[in-house]
């Protein structure tokens, strides 16, 4: 069971602290309990009721009146709503309060929902990513078990590879050609799926490697397939004091080629970026790289 402060719930929820105070006193919506120095935490039942009731006052709906509701009629009222959810911050609601009741039916609707009104990529950049890094922060309150984030994380690759299916395909010869690999022992691959449908998206023609590419097969991808550009992604390998070797490997066995990088790992203090080498601290500094070369691209056809 995760212990959360007010702060916690106020940065999870959305909700501001003095708003959650007032609901507690005024209609018990919360059940906290102190601890030896009186300060009041909050478990993952708290949790979850504060999100669900956060997603149907963003609706309109009356704090006095969702108060009274039961916890099936809440989750009932919820999922009832959620056919009009427009909010990113609603729909971020709803997916953390499926994820805390392991609930994949409600997960897939909602994400369903979201990706059909906002299209697929506006869905991962406000919808999904906001969800992924409040899991990060419930991860490190340890009230996220390795079965939940393991079903979050499979549903988002799932979504993500139907978005791609879908993309019409790129000939190598008429397109900026990417590879996109993730280092030997890395297994963390949202992030370079989702680069893959934006290159793709946007008419690029990506060599996809996917997860756990010993480095030394760059050498023989390159000479076969000639790419313009060598990115990876680097979250929990290499070992921070061998990532720098790790960056000048690509380059040498990547001669002449521009090399993307992106992740923690990638933003180091004191790594020396090679010429031609690149890195990105938001996705969407990528994303503007992507469009940019593609217009350079138009431009000279």
């Not at 993952?44 to 963003?58: F, I, P, Q, Y």
């Not at 393991?150 to 988002?156: A, C, I, K, W």
């Not at 097969?217 to 070797?245: F, G, I, S």
């Amino acid at each position: 069971m995760g212990q959360f402060s007010i702060s916690d719930l106020e940065q999870l929820s959305g909700i501001k602290a003095h708003t959650i105070r007032m609901w507690e006193l005024r209609y018990g919506i919360l059940r906290p309990v102190r601890t030896a120095t009186n300060i009041r935490t909050y478990c993952d039942d708290d949790l979850r009721r504060l999100l669900n009731v956060a997603t149907l006052c963003s609706q309109g709906h009356r704090i006095s009146k969702v108060a009274q509701l039961s916890e099936q009629e809440l989750s009932q009222a919820v999922i009832a709503c959620n056919d009009a959810a427009h909010g990113y911050c609603q729909q971020v609601n709803s997916l953390l309060a499926a994820m805390l009741e392991m609930n994949e039916p409600q997960l897939n609707f909602v994400l369903n929902q979201t990706i059909h009104q906002q299209g697929f990529e506006n869905a991962v950049m406000h919808v999904v990513y906001p969800f992924l890094q409040r899991i990060g922060v419930m991860w490190q309150a340890g009230s996220v078990n390795p079965a939940q984030e393991h079903l979050v994380t499979n549903l988002v690759r799932q979504k993500m590879m139907a978005a791609i299916d879908l993309l019409a395909p790129v000939k190598p010869s008429a397109a900026h050609r990417w590879v996109l690999f993730l280092p030997e022992g890395e297994m963390h691959e949202l992030a370079l799926l989702f680069m893959n449908y934006v290159l793709r998206f946007r008419g690029h023609h990506v060599l996809y490697l996917g997860q756990n590419l010993p480095v030394t097969e760059l050498k023989a991808v390159c000479a076969a397939y000639e790419p313009h550009v060598v990115c990876t992604v680097m979250t929990a390998v290499p070992e921070r004091d061998r990532v720098q070797e790790f960056v000048d490997k690509i380059v040498q066995l990547c001669p002449n080629k521009k090399i993307c990088l992106y992740g923690p790992l990638a933003m180091i203090e004191g790594l020396e970026l090679p010429v031609g080498a690149v890195r990105f601290r938001l996705i969407t500094e990528f994303i503007s790289l992507a469009n940019e070369l593609r217009k350079s691209e138009k431009a000279l056809a």
